[in-house]
């Protein structure tokens, strides 16, 4: 931890000040890191940068030492033990998850929080962060949250504006206007401006008082709300509803989902930001980037001498300038320049790398064509483990189980399908109608048509199975769940 943080965060919280809440974001699709990120498993749940997930990477720069609160998550539904299960790995337990019914952007999800908070802390401060960025000087960041402080508890609501290093297109930028002379350090907002122009962000750099929307903000929560009260009193009201109607789920906490599917989708930008007299900027230089294509991967990558990022296994002759990754197969690459490759196990992405943000438009075409691949991976996370489909044809589907120690499926039934297991490490308990039964390495067992059953890991060590479907259909909704560990029936 260095100095300056030391002296600052943590003595700021030993005053007894507004504790600080880091509210986490997990809720995006990440469609322009495709095939790799994907609906049910997008970019924030996978390790792009590092070991460590981006999410991850996020939660462990938001730590108790640095003076903040357990982490505040918010992430929609489907995500909802994946998010949980990524914690658990860097050991450091949330607040809370709450659960978005509904997608509605970054201001209801934002004034959810605030609520949620000012129920248990009327004092908070909230440092809101989207969970899939990187910021390499996490010591800058926290410099630059103490500079935002005092603002912040004057009921200034602070972003933190990244100094441009290039006149990029890609991103919003602020307009800093008059230093705060409350505030050392900190400018407030002149205006918010949308992705620019190059000879427009050509200017912006060279004027030296525009910088890059990272999209990161500390408020107090109070200050949030009263400025969504008096600029969009619709958006507050829902989401009033929508906490009071909420439930308790395991760890998580589910919002009302009627409620909060009538508030107005908008990010907080447009929500509050824009329209606010109360907003401050710090200007920061922290090594961030918002991960938000192929191409800017490649640029925070490690490179070879040739300007090459190669990750997996790789062959590259004559490439240069390029990124190349494969999670799997052989990739080879030949006499190429300026190129993205990307190979999962499913689909293959090459691209001109000054045509890689067009991945969206991409993702857009298959989903119209009916293909599974913009949403799904041939692996499927539940929260007892994984499966991977590694074969299918007419009236058959072979599966890899894995099944986590102490962890177990629903108790469950299908009307199309018969099933069979062989167990290839570990050892399973096995319910099949009446009977109960351990299933060791090497054996196997029949599941018939209609027949109630459940697999468990009663082990120490994963579960590792093989699964032959057989019927005239194999989807994964001929899923009668008949109770449920984890609240799904």
Not at 59 to 64: E, G
Not at 236 to 249: F, H, I, M, Q, T
Not at 464 to 477: A, H, K, M
Request: glycine letters at 8%; a negative charge.
């Amino acid at each position: 931890m260095d100095a300056l943080t030391d002296t600052g965060l943590a003595k700021f919280q030993q005053q007894g000040s507004a504790q600080i809440h880091p509210v986490i974001l997990s809720g995006g699709a990440g469609t322009r890191l495709w095939p790799l990120s994907r609906a049910a498993y997008p970019k924030q749940l996978l390790p792009l940068v590092t070991e460590r997930t981006l999410l991850q990477e996020t939660a462990a720069r938001n730590l108790a030492d640095v003076g903040f609160a357990p982490p505040l998550l918010i992430c929609n539904d489907e995500h909802r033990f994946l998010v949980d299960d990524q914690l658990r790995e860097v050991s450091i337990p949330p607040q809370a998850i709450l659960l978005e019914p509904h997608a509605r952007n970054t201001g209801p999800a934002i004034a959810a929080a605030a609520l949620w908070l000012l129920a248990r802390d009327p004092d908070a401060l909230m440092l809101v962060q989207p969970s899939d960025h990187v910021i390499a000087d996490p010591s800058a960041f926290h410099r630059a949250v103490m500079q935002g402080l005092a603002a912040a508890q004057a009921g200034r609501l602070v972003t933190f504006g990244v100094k441009p290093t290039r006149p990029d297109t890609g991103y919003g930028y602020i307009h800093g206007g008059r230093p705060l002379p409350e505030a050392e350090g900190v400018f407030e907002v002149d205006r918010f401006v949308e992705k620019p122009d190059r000879p427009t962000a050509e200017r912006f750099l060279e004027s030296g008082a525009f910088y890059w929307n990272a999209g990161i903000f500390l408020l107090s929560a109070r200050a949030y709300l009263d400025e969504l009260a008096r600029i969009n009193p619709g958006m507050l009201s829902a989401c009033e509803r929508a906490v009071r109607d909420g439930k308790e789920d395991l760890v998580f906490f589910r919002l009302g989902g009627t409620h909060f599917a009538e508030a107005p989708s908008l990010s907080i930008d447009h929500a509050v930001m824009e329209h606010t007299n109360r907003a401050a900027v710090v200007p920061v230089e922290m090594a961030w980037s918002d991960v938000g294509s192929w191409h800017a991967l490649h640029e925070i990558g490690r490179c070879d001498g040739d300007g090459n990022v190669l990750l997996g296994d790789v062959l590259a002759d004559g490439v240069s300038n390029s990124y190349i990754r494969s999670e799997g197969k052989l990739v080879a690459a030949v006499g190429l320049d300026n190129v993205i490759v990307v190979a999962t196990d499913d689909a293959v992405l090459v691209a001109d790398a000054d045509s890689a943000t067009k991945v969206s438009g991409l993702v857009t075409t298959l989903r119209k064509r009916n293909r599974t691949e913009p949403d799904q991976h041939t692996t499927g996370y539940r929260p007892w483990g994984h499966y991977r489909t590694v074969d299918a044809g007419s009236r058959f589907q072979v599966k890899r189980i894995t099944v986590k120690p102490g962890a177990k499926l629903s108790l469950q039934k299908h009307y199309h399908r018969a099933e069979h297991w062989v167990v290839v490490h570990g050892t399973a308990m096995v319910q099949r109608g009446e009977e109960r039964m351990l299933v060791r390495e090497n054996e196997s067992v029949y599941i018939p048509i209609g027949t109630e059953h459940r697999l468990e890991n009663p082990g120490k060590v994963p579960l590792q199975l093989i699964e032959v479907q057989s019927g005239p259909y194999l989807g994964e909704d001929d899923i009668v769940r008949v109770e449920d560990t984890y609240g799904r029936a």
